[in-house]
């Protein structure tokens, strides 16, 4: 079974700055997806970036921006002059692409974000 | 203009009652979920369906009954309420199983008193 960890319960980061949020998954299938998720105050899950996994080109989203490094099953996810509208409950999710398995979302423990003034 | 709409938003209730949650999605998907999200926050898939027919379903409690009566539609009713099923459930859909994105609703909090 996949695992999605995400190590950072918290994280800050001032405005105007850049914050890195890490993630990390264990799987055996060398073909899946990898998303960032937001979760501000008002509980809505918006996806913020998705990365293929046979793309070797890092996924951008304007302030949004992973490193993925397949071979490390590592995802991160880099915001660049963070925002105050920023601050949210981040998840890191992963989907298999395996034809037959379960489609659905396995998702990390997220990672709250503050944005200071 | 609601991509995916659940309601209620809010449901308290006491233990043992029976209560449902209903999920509509006008996107035209044929796929939909059930997503549990805990007090601790993590997210666990319960149920999907595709096309009206149950594709995944995790373990949870069989008080925990599924039904969508046409691919627009996805409810959730729990029977005998307990406690710890206070959580937000999230539906959520995708055009298809092999879908890429999956579009979620607003949420629903139930608590059980």
């Known amino acids: 079974a996949q695992t999605v960890t995400q190590s950072q319960p918290e994280m800050s980061v001032q405005e105007a700055e850049t914050v890195t949020l890490s993630c990390t998954y264990d799987?055996?299938?060398?073909?899946?997806?990898l998303f960032w998720y937001k979760q501000p105050p008002s509980r809505q899950m918006i996806l913020v970036i998705r990365?293929?996994?046979?793309?070797?080109q890092n996924a951008t989203e304007n302030r949004f921006s992973v490193n993925f490094q397949k071979a490390a099953k590592s995802f991160s996810l880099k915001i660049s002059d963070s925002q105050l509208g920023d601050a949210a409950m981040y998840f890191c999710?992963?989907?298999?692409?395996?034809?037959?398995?379960?489609?659905?979302?396995?998702f990390g423990s997220g990672t709250q974000l503050t944005v200071l003034p | 203009d609601t991509a995916v709409s659940q309601t209620p938003k809010y449901l308290v209730t006491q233990m043992g009652n029976d209560k449902s949650i209903k999920c509509e999605q006008n996107?035209?998907?044929?796929?939909m979920y059930w997503y549990k999200q805990d007090s601790k926050k993590f997210l666990k898939i319960m149920f999907s369906?595709?096309?009206?027919?149950?594709?995944i379903n995790e373990t949870v409690p069989n008080r925990f009954s599924p039904k969508s009566p046409d691919k627009a539609h996805l409810n959730l009713h729990i029977n005998s309420l307990e406690l710890g099923d206070s959580a937000v459930y999230f539906c959520?859909?995708?055009?298809?199983?092999?879908?890429?994105?999956?579009?979620f609703g607003p949420g629903t909090r139930l608590t059980v008193l």
């Open positions: 959520a859909s995708s055009f298809s199983p092999r879908a890429n994105e999956q579009f």
């Open positions: 799987t055996s299938e060398s073909d899946y997806y």
């Open positions: 990365q293929e996994a046979y793309k070797q």
């Open positions: 999710a992963y989907r298999s692409s395996k034809s037959g398995s379960a489609r659905q979302l396995t």
């Open positions: 996107l035209g998907h044929d796929t």
């Open positions: 369906y595709n096309n009206k027919e149950l594709i």
